[in-house]
């Protein structure tokens, strides 16, 4: 049974730090492209981070040079570092398995961005 579950969510004030951990189960980890994903209340889920098996790194232009994406093969885990943080990055953050055009979403972690 594969599982993706995200911690690491909470209330940070604007310009705060959070990190994001997921760690996934299940699945043939080091072979998966990984990445986070995020979602307001109403709106698509949009793309924030990914990085593939190889290591190779891709973020959204609104990320950029404040959230940072890493792995860690032995543990099984995916890392969202958030810097800067301000109100528009409120969102629920899931993280997503992909290989071979298959998906597999954890159940998401909330992430509040307020003073």
């Known amino acids: 049974q594969v599982q993706l579950v995200e911690s690491g969510g909470g209330l940070v004030q604007p310009g705060g730090s959070l990190t994001l951990s997921c760690a996934a189960s299940?699945?043939?980890?080091?072979?998966?492209?990984m990445g986070w994903y995020r979602q307001l209340p109403g709106k698509q889920r949009e793309l924030v981070a990914v990085?593939?098996?190889?290591?190779?790194?891709n973020y959204a232009d609104s990320v950029k040079g404040r959230f940072f994406i890493s792995r860690d093969n032995a543990r099984n885990t995916v890392y969202l570092q958030m810097k800067s943080l301000q109100p528009e990055d409120t969102a629920v953050y899931y993280c997503?398995?992909?290989?071979?055009?298959?998906?597999?979403w954890g159940k998401g972690t909330l992430v509040t961005v307020s003073s």
């Open positions: 990085i593939s098996s190889s290591g190779h790194t």
């Open positions: 997503n398995g992909a290989r071979y055009g298959v998906n597999y």
């Open positions: 299940g699945i043939d980890f080091s072979f998966y492209d």
